[in-house]
């Protein structure tokens, strides 16, 4: 991998990440690369600004917890531009590598971070995305930050969309209509839906009583949030599959369209949100050998395992 041009971002509400922000814009400088260092967060997104520049990096070191890896695949995605993530001030953790490894890196014990990107001592993951488009009822597109292959505005997300109340002063339930390729599924009462990615099944989806995909599957769940039917109940789609999300009811029946847990858009009955595969994938660096994704979901979610001694198989 060339590394003339390197984006860094860190999460904005973290003097770690910052620090570490630093040292990696130093020690690449030092490796050649021109370097842009900014920082991102709830109030903060610098991918807009990067982005109207035309020479785009060969490379975007994110230093964060998982949001701030997921505001970064929603922009690059579509450009295939790789992101290598750390989590320095994050929480969980579930896309990034450990602070531990990106220190131990930058100490230069074994073969040093840049060299060993230099060297293509690294993998390539490539992770489905998500893309809504909202339809209103008046025919007038809604906004949206990309546009699909066909040049509709539309929306992305790496972990998830997903649709709630959009009524703030009390707490309604709503009422959605699905339909998978034009074939209604059924109406699901509750406190929204959501569509996850396979990353994504291990976030909002698997909170709210989910299954666990591995990210190599290729494939859609459809998750209710706390539905009012014990027959409600997840299920997972074939990729091609194309969903069409519709609020019920009367008027004052808003929800609002969420994508990897950031505002994208407002619904209102009459209108329908149209949730497919994303035409690109996040492209994602891996620099352990030989990951293990559930040693990484033993970590993370504090498996147990059985809580007595395991008798040895007579297999």
Known sequence: MQLSRVWVVFRSDS???????????????????????????????????????????????VLGGDGTVLGAARYLGPLAIPILCFNV?????????ENSLLEQLLLNEGEGLWQRL?????????????????ERRDGIPANGDHR???????????????????????????????AIDGE?????????LIVATPTGSTGY????????????????????????????RPVVVPPRSRLSISPLGDAGRRVKLWKDGA??????????????????????????QQPSYFGNLSRKLHWAGSLTEALPSQN
């Not at 001030?89 to 590598?97: I, M, S, V, Y």
């Not at 001592?121 to 909202?134: D, K, N, T």
């Not at 209102?268 to 891996?286: F, I, K, T």
């Open 118 to 134: 230099q060297d293509s001592h690294y993998a390539l993951e490539r992770r489905m995305m998500l893309q809504a488009r909202v």
């Open 15 to 61: 003097d770690s990440a910052e620090r570490a922000a630093k040292l990696c814009a130093e020690q690449l400088k030092a490796h050649g690369a021109v370097v842009m260092t900014v920082m991102s967060g709830l109030h903060s997104n610098p991918y807009p600004g990067l982005l109207a520049d035309d020479r785009l990096p060969d490379l975007v070191l």
């Open 148 to 178: 699909d292959g066909q040049g509709l505005l539309c929306h992305l997300a790496l972990n998830d969309m997903y649709l709630r109340p959009a009524q703030e002063e009390s707490s309604p339930t709503c009422r959605l209509e699905l």
């Open 89 to 97: 001030g994050g929480h969980l953790g579930f896309l990034t590598h």
């Open 184 to 192: 209604v599924v059924g109406q699901y009462q509750g406190d929204g």
């Open 205 to 232: 989806a698997m909170a709210s009583g989910g299954p666990i995909l591995h990210p190599s599957i290729d494939a859609i769940v459809v998750n209710p949030i706390c539905p009012m039917s014990l027959s409600s």
């Open 263 to 288: 505002m994208a858009a407002e619904l209102q009955p009459g209108d329908r949100c149209l949730v497919s595969r994303a035409e690109h994938h996040a492209v994602l660096v891996v620099l352990e």
